[in-house]
């Protein structure tokens, strides 16, 4: 799977200022730090693209990506700043939500967890979210480079429990050492656009 041209294209900071629906879009989420512009740099196959999502006044926003006139890539904003200010927390959810409950052009969410790290309320209000919304989503368990064999296969038990979700929907994955990418990127991006 090659990319050709990939550009940022807008970042939004409320619902209004969403762009047309002009491409299918797969949407990025993930707790801040837990590898979420790595991965998507990873999944492009470019250094820097999500670079421009943490530069300021861009970390609260959904940050558009063109890829190839084909696909939108959305990379959301990173979420557990907990003891952030309530309007920040409120204005996060908001946005999120209301981007994730109402996008028809929406295609699929990729979600991202540290694997040492045990699913916590946030990020099962997250996939709660997204099952009631029926949206179809997968999860990366990301810095697998970390933990040893025996971690890697109880954390991944331990997701699919809480989360209830199938074998298939959870990817392992390294943007250390690019463990499981190739197998995320076929499924995110494969016949798409
Ligand atoms: P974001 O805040 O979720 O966008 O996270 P970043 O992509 O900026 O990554 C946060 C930190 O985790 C950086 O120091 C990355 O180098 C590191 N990191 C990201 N992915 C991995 C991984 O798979 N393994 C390891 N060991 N570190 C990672």
Known sequence: MKFKKIVFFRAVSR???LPGERFPEIAVAGRSNVGKSSLINRLLKRRAVARVSSTPGRTRSLNFFNIDDRLYLVDLPGYGFAKGPLRERLAWKRLVEGYLSERESLL?????FDIRREPDELDLALIEYLWAAGR???VALNKIDKVNRSERARAQKKYLEVFGLSPEDV???SCRTGEGIDALRRRIFAKRG
């Open 15 to 17: 619902l209004t200022e």
């Open 108 to 112: 699929l969410v990729l979600t991202i």
């Open 136 to 138: 179809p989503f997968v």
């Open 171 to 173: 990817y392992l994955t």
